[in-house]
């Protein structure tokens, strides 16, 4: 997990915390080589919603959603819409909370 990516895990716990009740669903997408590495980590770390860590699955996402960097993020609405790309920390929560009310 690059540097990036562990500064976010704690804002994606909090999400998870304060949403994961309602309609909402949070999909972490792991395109790390070593997979057992990967899942320790997410045990470890307690992230305790949906996860992909299969490379070859991974890639297929990483392809469709055109991702050219890491941490990348996409804030889906409930019609499937791309509704914002690449927030982070308060700016993530704020979107994810504004599209539940």
């Known amino acids: 997990w690059c540097p990036p990516c562990r ?4 804002h ?6 304060r949403f994961g009740d309602r309609k909402f ?6 395109l790390d080589r070593d ?5 320790r980590f997410v045990r470890e770390k307690e992230m305790n919603w949906v ?14 959603y055109e991702v050219r960097f890491i941490p990348s993020t996409f804030v889906i609405d409930r019609t499937g819409k791309i509704a914002a ?16 009310k």
């Open 25 to 30: 669903v949070l999909i972490s997408v792991s």
């Open 85 to 100: 790309t690449q927030l982070r920390g308060g700016a993530l929560k704020d979107k994810i909370g504004a599209l539940l």
């Open 51 to 64: 996860h992909v860590i299969d490379s070859r699955s991974a890639r297929e996402l990483a392809e469709k």
């Open 12 to 17: 994606l716990i909090d999400i998870q915390k």
């Open 7 to 10: 500064v976010e895990v704690p």
């Open 35 to 39: 997979i057992a590495a990967a899942r």
